[in-house]
């Protein structure tokens, strides 16, 4: 699929009444784009002039039973992939989650936390925890943080699309510079995945710096509800996009990484001895001969007046460690936690990344 925008959300239609007693309900509808697999199912695909697209409602969540059973209710004989999204007041530990934005082939749904509180948030821990469920997220580290501190929720099984597309350029020999990370805004425009420009989400960045607490108001406003939408409304397109192209190698990369990422942010007590173990190795890999390279996740802590030493002059001295190590270093930064460095890859870069902070803060 490739246009200049999106397909458009459409504007809210009003519905009569239950009962003349009743007041009108507005239900909103948007496009999605019809995912490559259920395009080329009868072969060939469409012609050029079928439209690729779905028109599907939807709906605003503040009681469980407005989600679907087999969503609440995850089960081996009926998994699902869907498109995964969070939004709120500064997202991270601290912030405050507003809105949890599900996109179904058929429907999207916009789940709001503030309205529905730990209730509604709850009754959809099963699914975000579930294995029988694949969420479908750009970026899931903040995310998966949010939900762990303020709902106690272990984020699990992500397909993280920002983790995808550096799998496939990995495979095709491209070469990444420390933090040239795919933004989502990028992503989309990339005409191998989707191709569609997303102006619109510099207008919602422009008012949320504005106004931070534009998550918060309600009832949901139009922009607020095309803003959620847009974040989500791809996501399935982009994923079956994606998943053509990573051979079976990535695939177990890309599952081992995004549960490391998952975790990134979600410091515990006991070594994340609660979450999920890591994906274990595909035994048609194993048949193969393939030795893995394990993966780890490692937490760095960094003492009062030391982290400006890691960082150093217009960030110079981490970025120096970034390109000499084969690993993803992140800081914890004004989000938090702000003492800590957290180190994901390979485990020998992983240590070697260590030993070079360790010094920095030692000896310069």
Not at 220 to 239: C, P
Not at 257 to 275: E, K, P, Q, T, V
Request: hydrophobic share 40%; with cysteine; proline share 8%.
């Amino acid at each position: 699929m490739a246009s200049d925008s999106p397909p458009p959300l459409q504007t809210a239609i009003p519905l009569p009444p239950a009962s003349g007693d009743q007041p009108l309900h507005l239900v909103h509808w948007t496009r999605v784009p019809i995912p490559p697999a259920a395009v080329t199912e009868a072969g060939g695909g469409l012609p050029d002039d079928t439209d690729q697209s779905s028109l599907v409602p939807i709906h605003i969540v503040d009681d469980a039973s407005q989600l679907p059973h087999e969503f609440l209710n995850p089960s081996a004989d009926k998994k699902l992939v869907i498109g995964f999204d969070c939004e709120g007041v500064d997202l991270c530990r601290n912030g405050a989650l507003c809105v949890m934005q599900l996109a179904f082939p058929d429907a999207v749904y916009l789940v709001d936390a503030i309205k529905g509180g730990e209730a509604l948030m709850q009754a959809c821990k099963p699914a975000l925890e579930s294995s029988y469920i694949t969420k479908v997220i750009h970026d899931c580290k903040r995310d998966s943080e949010a939900l762990y501190f303020q709902f106690g929720i272990r984020l699990h099984n992500v397909m993280d699309t920002q983790i995808a597309y550096s799998l496939i350029e990995e495979q095709e020999g491209k070469k990444r510079a420390p933090d040239d990370y795919i933004s989502f805004v990028g992503l989309l425009a990339d005409p191998r995945y989707c191709g569609v420009s997303y102006l619109e989400k510099q207008t919602v960045r422009v008012l949320l710096r504005e106004d931070p607490k534009f998550w918060t108001y309600r009832p949901m406003t139009e922009m607020m509800i095309r803003a959620a939408t847009d974040d989500v409304r791809f996501l399935l397109y982009i994923y079956h996009k994606l998943m053509e192209k990573l051979n079976e190698k990535s695939l177990w990369q890309l599952s081992v990484r995004g549960s490391l990422y998952c975790r990134c942010f979600c410091i515990n007590d006991n070594d994340y001895a609660d979450w999920p173990p890591l994906p274990s190795l595909p035994e048609s890999l194993v048949a193969e001969g393939y030795v893995p390279v394990e993966e780890i996740l490692s937490v760095l802590h960094v003492p009062p007046g030391k982290m400006g030493r890691i960082i150093g002059r217009g960030g110079a001295s981490i970025t120096s460690v970034k390109e000499c190590c084969n690993c993803e270093i992140l800081i914890g930064g004004s989000k938090g936690p702000p003492d800590k460095v957290f180190i994901i890859g390979p485990v020998k870069e992983v240590r070697k990344a260590e030993a070079i902070l360790r010094g920095k803060m030692l000896y310069n």
